[in-house]
């Protein structure tokens, strides 16, 4: 069944070749192509996302990329320009580059164009290059001149970031002056089975995807050590920032945990090292329950995941957990200025427990709603009950 799912990266490449040939006629460039890891196999849903990202940095990379033949001769290039796209596996992801040896990205006219946005001089001094460079992902931002037919169409490269995260994968960029532009797309092998790390944190367990996890450490407080207003702690050589996740996590309420036969494999604080843009980062977790493959669905619904989550797991025991997403959540991490949002406070665990749960019965038929009230007050439940969506949304307001 997997196999009848998957599909070829030429079934997308395949038409590459023709329009490279069209559109160096057309623009009087002469550009060339090379594909590696055209076989790479890819879940059908997958290779349908990456059509019109893979499109648009192709004409992207000859439009802005590729330079004018009088311009790549005067800098002692060859005369014909080079797109190559090559694809493989990294554990269950597919990393698909799409590299040309053009002129390169400008970082000065990137700073020109974020000073213009507004930005002091003295916040772009302190970013970075990657920092800079991921500023092209961001609605609205191009350094183009004027739109065109051929590459911009209207359409930024928001949108290519925005179709690879609906399908859990990711972009980056590398540059150098003068040597071109590399971009690197990392998708899921696969959409509906992916293995996943089962932790647990402030009572909440989530799914971590295997492949972006470098290793786990066992946290021991003599481990942990503070530097400028942040946990540390050492690894292969590294000082790594510890995320607590429960610093941005907030919820209203606290988490009731599940009840569960099974013990969990690792039962005291660990950290699990992850990488976001080349950087080590640890994220700390209270339990580990083990590894498993595990069915992926999407959340569909008009209320959006919070922030670094893409979807949920169904584990094997046939429990939905939330799927991380670690490059969201790290970058949300990074770039909250507010830290910790206000939320309200949680009734404590030992009222909670003391309470009789509750259940908000929602119908316009007060004869449903009495027997559905009868029936949960004899299992043990306290209820209440709503003849419409107002008045339940009111109720939920009222505590």
Known sequence: MNQ???????????????????????????????????????????????????????????????????????????????????AGYRGNQVVITLGDDGGGIDLDKIRRKVMAMGLSPTEIEASGEQELLNLIFEPGFSTADQVTALSGRGVGMDVVRSNLQAVGGNIAIQTQPGQGTTFVITVPLSLSVTRVLVVECQGMVMAIPTSIVEEMLLLQPEQVFRAAEQELIEWQGYTLPLLHLQDWLQFTRPQIPIASERRPIIDQASALVVTYEGEPY??????????????????????????????????????????????????????????????????????????????????????????????????????????????????????
């Open 4 to 86: 009848m799912r998957m599909r070829p990266l030429s079934a997308i490449t395949d038409r590459f070749p023709r329009l490279l040939r069209e559109l160096s006629l057309a623009h009087g460039k002469q550009v060339g192509l090379r594909l590696r890891g055209n076989n790479t196999l890819i879940e059908r849903s997958i290779i349908e996302a990456l059509q019109d990202p893979l499109m648009h940095l192709l004409r992207n990379s000859f439009d802005h990329g590729i330079e004018s033949p009088v311009q790549r001769l005067a800098a002692g290039k060859p005369a014909q320009g080079k797109i190559e796209i090559s």
């Open 282 to 399: 640890g994220i700390a977790c209270d339990r580990y329950w083990g590894e498993q493959e595990a069915t992926t669905r999407t959340v569909e619904g008009t209320i959006k995941l919070p922030q670094g989550f893409s979807g949920c797991i169904v584990l094997g025991d046939g429990r939905v957990v939330p799927l991380v997403e670690i490059d969201r959540l790290v970058a949300w991490i990074l770039n909250d200025t507010q830290r910790q949002v206000q939320a309200p406070q949680p009734l404590p665990i030992a009222r909670l427990a003391a309470e009789k749960p509750m259940i908000l019965i929602v119908d316009d038929s007060i004869n449903v709603r009495r027997f559905l009230a009868i029936t949960l007050e004899k299992a043990g439940y306290t209820v209440e009950q709503a003849r419409d969506g107002q008045e339940a949304i009111d109720k939920l307001r009222g505590g």
